[in-house]
């Protein structure tokens, strides 16, 4: 994957977001084998699940924070630099 200026040099924080995320709620989609971007609803059950808080991404009134942006742009440039026709 060629890597973005924009997620370059992110702290560890960011990455163990990711990583959370993507390894609880499965990086491919099951039925089209394509990268997912995971909704609110389902980054709040990864975390739910694992025990941890969410509110560093997702606040009280259902909004993503800063961190909760850029970690879901991370996902959405993954899936569109991944895409490929199958």
């Known amino acids: 994957m060629k890597p973005s200026n924009d997620f370059v040099h992110l702290s560890k924080d960011f990455w163990a977001n990711v990583r959370s995320i993507s ?3 499965g ?3 099951s039925k089209t084998r394509r990268i997912k971007i995971p909704k ?6 990864v975390f739910v699940d694992l025990n ?6 997702i606040d ?3 909004k993503l924070t800063a ?5 879901i ?5 993954r899936a569109d630099i991944c895409s490929f026709p199958l």
């Open 23 to 25: 390894q609880k709620s």
């Open 27 to 29: 990086y491919t989609e």
């Open 40 to 45: 609110q609803d389902e980054i709040k059950t």
């Open 52 to 57: 941890l808080t969410y509110s560093h991404l």
């Open 60 to 62: 009280d009134n259902d």
């Open 67 to 71: 961190l909760g942006i850029k970690v």
């Open 73 to 77: 742009g991370y996902f959405k440039y």
